[in-house]
């Protein structure tokens, strides 16, 4: 069946630092991939997507590239903040990623030093 | 944005009591919602479909008979764990498709946790 695997967590990075987190995948045909990201007391919200193979996916300083041939949509930000804490999840889907549940990834939980 | 309640967001209760989550789309209608459930340390598992005006759709392994769902509106499906035993413990989440169906909006969650 289709999986996620996300490394795991937490990370902890001091404010400025580069951050990856890694994501792969397997799945049969060709889904759509998404980052989530939750925060303390809220529900998971789309931080940013990619329908198709090489598409970019880019949201507040966030990006993730779908790689078809290593079939991985790693997460990078280049200069991470306080308030990006949080715990971030890597997720497939088909039909958009709207009409059918999604198989996520474990989260990876991270922590941001100032 | 949508907007998607969960509630509660934390339930202890006693074995073999039972215990519904309420997931209501707040400022739009949802003729479907999905269920998930996350034990510590794992992914987010997809339980059911919810499906207004018809039958859940429940993913293989999950007992239809212990998690009852109910899709009463287009803005409100409960889950009702009956009989709830120790190993229901989880931290359970529901979400609704937005407009087109190309995201989904997700509760904030409610951890159950059952003695």
């Known amino acids: 069946g289709d999986s996620v695997t996300q490394m795991e967590g937490p990370v902890t990075l001091s404010e400025e630092a580069f951050l990856t987190i890694n994501c792969t995948y397997t799945a049969t045909g060709y889904p759509s991939l998404f980052w989530y990201v939750q925060y303390p007391g809220e529900g998971l919200q789309l931080l940013l997507k990619a329908t198709k193979a090489d598409d970019k996916g880019s949201n507040k300083g966030f990006e993730a590239t779908y790689r078809k041939e290593t079939t991985s949509f790693h997460l990078e930000k280049g200069s991470v903040q306080v308030s990006d804490s949080a715990v971030y999840f890597c997720a497939l889907g088909f039909s958009g990623g709207g009409a059918d549940g999604l198989t996520f990834g474990k989260g990876t939980h991270l922590i941001i030093q100032p | 944005g949508a907007v998607v309640s969960q509630h509660p967001s934390r339930v202890i209760c006693k074995s073999g009591t039972s215990v519904k989550i309420e997931c209501r789309s707040l400022?739009?209608?949802?003729?479907?919602m999905f269920w998930y459930r996350q034990f510590p340390k794992q992914s987010l598992m997809l339980m059911a479909t919810s499906n207004e005006g018809s039958k859940a759709t429940y993913e293989q392994g999950v007992e239809k008979d212990k998690f009852l769902i109910n899709h009463a509106s287009l803005t409100l499906s409960t889950l009702t764990v009956t009989s709830a035993h120790p190993e229901d413990s989880s931290f359970y989440i529901c979400?609704?498709?937005?407009?087109?169906?190309?995201?989904?909006?997700f509760g904030a969650g409610t951890r159950l946790s059952v003695l």
């Open positions: 979400s609704a498709p937005g407009t087109g169906a190309r995201d989904q909006y």
């Open positions: 400022d739009f209608q949802a003729t479907t």
